[in-house]
């Protein structure tokens, strides 16, 4: 186990340092610079500007200098949002984002555990078919659909929500329903697949024969086996939580740091968009090691030798 | 300088504060990205570049009540330029004792009629009356809320969360007359909307082709029928809004549409372009909603006048880094800014650097404009700009389009909100009704 958990670390540090490599030549790739502007910059300004950011180095050293300050956890100043560092951006958008993320994540798992079990005990019923019609419509419609609809109807024209901000918990609930809808469905048709399908596994068939109660076989027998899916498919849910917070955050006007991403890439604000990819990919790649560790947790089967 | 100026700390704002304030923005080490908005001080340029002493800058203070600035050669705009940020005073004492760190919350000081309260970054920015301000503000507390897009402070205007949203989505505008006509203020902005041909590159090195393509452009149908934001039609590329300014407008204004439709046909056949060898030409905009309707209305333009035309649309900083670097044959471009002719027709001196995105360069044009940035009279200097403009409007180095509109929601309930053409509005002159 201990050897598996090194391993994978191994691998998540390489991965993770590879992210870093790529995003850091990538973005300056791109046309243009953070100083760019319609506005002509004369070359003592210009020239002023690389020296103070460091873009006046070659590429190489540049990179060098940042893995250097990356190393003692120095994410740069942004070249846009001269009064914070992207430390500090960063670490003041990201229990916003933390907390939309987990609650998000909180309501997908509940929504869809309870509509994928109830439709996966009786498939083929009527309740199966209009939950499953459901959630198909929920996986197909996305959030920058829904989430401006949820803004007009439930902020603008009904006033039962606020239309934006992140004052209060009450600034949350849209934004939350929002981003978890998608995931819900897409875990509630895992669970239901799984349901119905370990429902013939024959320590089912033991279970029943020994009288359990069925409250008991669904919890300790059933649900077990049928959740290894919903647990593989979290490390894909939690990245696309991720990415889907761009667009809410966005929509709902919540100051985390999905919006640095888009903003961070429009501006050229190369280290910004660098703490974002290192908070992201980080979060990614400590996810997947932990869903895999839950299954060993969860299914008496597996073991990591 | 006004005797009574103190900052928000108590500490007496002097002369010398401005002095180490333009020192600092000119300062090479500052890296100030609008450095250049003081280089009309003498030897900013110079100090800037660190070739010479930040102390040889043409600022000083004789006196705790005088600030004397010496320029490096005529420039009637002077006031107003220093309304701009460049021109505020910094905390000398604070930056002294803080460093980098007194823009932080616990160190800020300010000399305004508000100082601030706290600052998360996309949160909110919040400020209250400074008490040492001469003039105390009506309205004691304000609050900044940066919202990612223009629908998004538009919807927190509709649910009372906001009493005053910097825009709004075009397209609301009929919705916006309608149920919030009380809130809506529209106002010009003094801005130009220009296409700019790239005339190192064939054909538009060729005069009867750029004549063509502006010969076939109805800036009245932009504004009015595919803009309807308030937008203004530009015929001159100083724009008409400028004060005591006499602009220079394209040639061919007066004339019916269908005699430039055929003047435009005649002038591309003269350069070779027929129906059966039509003029194939990219126009390169900005991407969003507004310029794409604009230039495919363009294209529709032209092709009443047998170009066909094909868009290309990018981001903000890639549109700009392209046309610097000259890689484009006809683009979309705007300009916003001050109130001087020269601001403008600055964009087309050939010395003045890649933001002349066209490369166009016309001997004549380039002395009167040097000759007008020489001369201290307000009235002899504009009236050597607009002798220049005249000279270049026959070279069709850009088609003048629109100048812009501002779209504000400010809620009934405030007083003191009045239009201007540079859009400031300053919340120490506001009230509550």
Redo the contacts between chains.
């Keep these: 186990m201990r050897k598996y958990i090194a391993k994978r670390l191994g691998y998540a540090a390489l991965t993770f340092f590879c992210v870093v490599t790529v995003v850091f030549f990538m973005v300056r790739l791109?046309?243009?610079?953070p100083?760019?502007?319609?506005?002509?910059?004369?070359p003592?300004?210009e020239?002023?500007?690389q020296?103070?950011?460091g873009l006046d180095k070659p590429l190489i050293v540049q990179y060098a200098t940042y893995l250097s300050n990356l190393a003692h956890g120095d994410l740069g100043p942004s070249f846009k949002?001269k009064?914070?560092t992207v430390g500090?951006?960063v670490s003041?958008?990201l229990p916003i984002s933390v907390a939309l993320g987990a609650m998000a994540l909180a309501l997908a798992l509940a929504i869809g555990l309870a509509v994928g079990l109830a439709a996966g005990l009786t498939p083929g019923s009527l309740l199966d078919a209009v939950l499953m019609g459901l959630s198909n419509l929920n996986i197909a419609i996305p959030a920058i659909v829904v989430a401006?609809i949820m803004?007009?109807v439930f902020?603008?024209f009904l006033?039962w929500f606020?239309?934006?901000?992140?004052d209060s918990a009450w600034h949350f609930v849209l934004p939350t329903i929002a981003l978890a809808l998608p995931y819900s469905a897409a875990i509630a048709r895992l669970t239901r697949s799984s349901v119905a399908e370990s429902r013939f596994e024959p320590h089912m068939a033991t279970a029943v024969s020994k009288g359990l109660p069925r409250r008991r076989i669904v919890v300790r027998h059933l649900m077990p086996i049928a959740i290894i899916p919903v647990l593989s498919y979290l490390g894909p849910a939690v990245a696309g939580l991720l990415t889907g917070s761009v667009v809410v955050?966005?929509?709902f006007?919540l100051?985390g740091i999905g919006?640095?991403f888009v903003?961070g890439a429009?501006?050229?604000d190369y280290t910004l968009v660098m703490g974002v990819v290192i908070v992201y990919s980080g979060a990614i790649l400590i996810f997947n090691l932990l869903v895999d560790l839950a299954y060993a947790a969860i299914d008496p089967r597996i073991r990591f030798d | 300088m006004r005797p009574d100026l103190k900052w928000s700390d108590g500490t007496p704002l002097t002369a010398d504060d401005f002095v180490y304030s333009f020192r600092r923005l000119l300062d090479?080490?500052?890296?100030?990205?609008?450095?250049?908005f003081l280089?009309m001080l003498d030897n900013a340029?110079e100090v800037?570049?660190?070739t010479l002493p930040i102390e040889s800058l043409g600022v000083s203070a004789p006196d705790p009540a005088t600030l004397v600035l010496r320029l490096a050669r005529p420039y009637p705009y002077l006031l107003e330029r220093l309304l701009y940020p460049t021109g505020y005073p910094v905390p000398k004492h604070v930056i002294e004792r803080h460093g980098d760190a007194w823009?932080?919350l616990d160190n800020w000081v300010s000399n305004g009629a508000y100082t601030l309260e706290d600052?998360?970054?996309?949160?909110?920015v919040s400020m209250r009356a400074n008490p040492h301000f001469y003039e105390p503000p009506a309205i004691a507390k304000v609050r900044y809320?940066p919202?990612?897009?223009e629908?998004?402070g538009y919807?927190?205007f509709?649910?009372?969360?906001l009493d005053v949203a910097a825009g709004f989505p075009s397209g609301e505008i009929a919705t916006i007359s309608r149920d919030y006509a009380s809130a809506l203020r529209t106002s010009d902005l003094l801005s130009m909307m220009y296409l700019v041909f790239n005339v190192q590159k064939p054909p538009f090195d060729d005069v009867r082709v750029r004549q063509a393509l502006s010969l076939a452009i109805d800036q009245e149908i932009l504004t009015d029928k595919v803009l309807r934001s308030g937008a203004k039609p530009a015929y001159s590329f100083a724009p008409a809004l400028l004060s005591d300014y006499d602009s220079n407008k394209l040639p061919h204004v007066d004339l019916p549409m269908d005699e430039r439709i055929a003047t435009a046909r005649q002038l591309l056949a003269q350069a070779g372009f027929t129906s059966d060898n039509p003029l194939k030409v990219t126009l390169r905009h900005l991407s969003g909603l507004e310029a794409k309707r604009v230039n495919l209305a363009i294209s529709g333009m032209w092709k009443r006048v047998g170009i066909n035309a094909q868009l290309h649309q990018a981001?903000?900083?890639?549109h700009?880094?392209?046309l610097?670097q000259g890689d484009f044959q006809v683009a979309w471009?705007?300009?916003?800014g001050e109130s001087n002719a020269e601001h403008y027709l600055g964009l087309l001196q050939s010395d003045?650097?890649?933001?002349n995105y066209g490369r166009f360069k016309n001997t004549v044009y380039d002395k009167l404009m040097q000759q007008a940035l020489n001369e201290a009279s307000f009235e002899v200097r504009n009236s050597i700009l607009s002798s220049a403009e005249a000279v270049v409007v026959h070279d069709y180095p850009v088609v003048p389009l629109y100048t812009s509109s501002v779209r504000r929601l400010v809620s009934p309930k405030i007083s003191g909100w009045h239009e201007n053409l540079r859009d400031m509005h300053q919340v120490r002159y506001l009230d509550w009704k």
């Design positions: 791109a046309p243009g610079g100083f760019d502007s319609m506005r002509r910059l004369p003592e300004v020239a002023n500007l020296a103070a950011y949002q009064d914070f500090e951006l003041r958008g401006p803004v007009l902020a603008v006033s606020p239309a934006g901000g992140a955050e966005q929509v006007d100051p919006r640095y903003q429009m501006n050229r | 090479p080490g500052t890296a100030a990205s609008l450095a250049y280089y340029a800037n570049a660190g823009v932080k600052w998360q970054p996309q949160a909110h809320l919202v990612p897009n629908q998004s919807n927190r509709r649910s009372n969360e981001d903000l900083k890639t700009f880094s392209d610097r471009a705007g300009w916003v003045i650097g890649n933001v």
